[in-house]
């Protein structure tokens, strides 16, 4: 048997046994509790807050699906949110440009594959994409839009981007059209017996000029330059192709033309990219010059059924130029987030294109063993088929246009459309851009 004091320190080191253990309990209480880890994971810390990246984008015609990709990628990568924000404006390039100077650069952006973007990724602004599963899957004859002239591969194609002309096969009909037109002076005659039939024959955004740019801007570049000058691309790099002629005046020429006989809608200057849309399938005009990144909009309106067709911008007795190139993709920039920013990207490569493809229907930039859907609509896979099948094609007008020249050719066709420009005005402006860009390039 105890004595008392024995007793009474017997009690003493129980009770600072239990409040030792009870300290220890707390600080595990304060530490979070957490389960072991799984055999190849590392244990997860709740103190450390998820890394926000931003998410700067150019989608006007599928914000909600954007937003769909990023919540979708947080919630099975919770370490990491996504700040999206939207470009605004005409152009990518304007977005950018602004960033780019105050250094206030986003983690993940949408790029063209142009001359500004590689410019961007060769002074190491832009993160090199290669060693990435989704460059590994694009199509190869993609690739070399996205290389810079130093070989850093600096983005991934948003999809494979071509223009076309989608059309109401009811309206067709009911003016007498049997036959689709094989050259401008053939689309103009249909344009006229639509008109005499009491329809509005196409829509022209006059009020939004980059689907201008995309649509018949770069259709008449590639058929009165293209075919003349093989070496096109390095001539607009060096600053020596000729535009200033004729047939540069003619492009501007013909995209007034078609407004100035009254073949579009009255209010053409004043019209953005989505009253376009919305007047086509509301059957308010018989024609759209868009994009295959539009044709989950424009190919299933509930009233007429839809066909689509090579723009025939060429002269009679020529072969049709088509246009063919690289979406605007997507780029990581070089900043402290770009790991996180490269899973991004795998996912919006990868499982998140499925996302926005089944919107828009547009055609992935991956081989068909890639992530997502390999093709969109039949109707804009067999004419992409057409399209690669052509000898020769042109490039959308924002992969190849120094981003300068980008933001004056928008106001070029707005002033062409409103008389303020001659179309030769308009030419030589436009060649005297690009001389000096690439004066300043060179230097």
Known sequence: MQSAPRRRAAGRRKAFLACAALACASVLLLAGCKPAAAPGQAAPNAATAPVTITALIW???WPEEMQRIAAEFTRLNPDVKVDVQFMIGNSVEENLKPKVATR????????????????????????????????????PGLKADWISPNGKRFGIAGGVAATLIYYNK???????????????????????????????PIYWNGGFPNLIGNGAFSFGFANNIVPKAPDWKARLGDGTLALDTPAGADIFAKIRTVAQRGYTQPNYMQSGYDDGIRAFV???????????WAAGALLHPKSFEVGVFVPPWNDKGAATVPV?????????GETANKQAAM???????????????????????????????????????????????????????????????????????QDVLSNKLTPQQAAHRLQASIRDEARKNNK
Not at 178 to 196: I, M, N, Q
Not at 282 to 292: N, P, V
């Open 59 to 61: 989608a006007p015609d």
């Open 104 to 139: 206030n650069l986003p983690d993940l952006m949408s790029v063209n594959p142009n001359p500004y973007a590689a410019e961007l990724a060769d002074q190491g602004v832009l993160a090199d994409v290669g060693n990435t599963q989704a460059w590994q899957r694009v199509r």
């Open 170 to 200: 009811e309206m067709f009909a009911k003016a007498g059209i049997s036959h689709l037109p094989a050259d401008f002076g053939e689309f103009l005659t249909v344009c006229e017996r639509l008109k005499h039939a009491g329809f509005t």
């Open 282 to 292: 509301e059957g308010k005009t018989a024609m759209a010059f868009e994009g295959t």
């Open 324 to 332: 063919i190139g690289s979406e605007t993709g997507f780029a990581v």
């Open 343 to 413: 899973r991004f990207l795998e996912f919006i490569a990868g499982d998140g294109f499925a996302i926005q493809q089944k919107k828009r229907q547009n055609i992935a930039p991956f081989l068909p063993t890639g992530g997502g859907a390999a093709a969109g609509d039949p109707r804009i896979a067999a004419y992409l088929a057409q399209v690669e099948a052509a000898p020769v094609s042109g490039s959308p007008y924002y992969s190849m246009l120094p981003a300068n020249t980008i933001d004056l050719l928008h106001l070029l066709l």
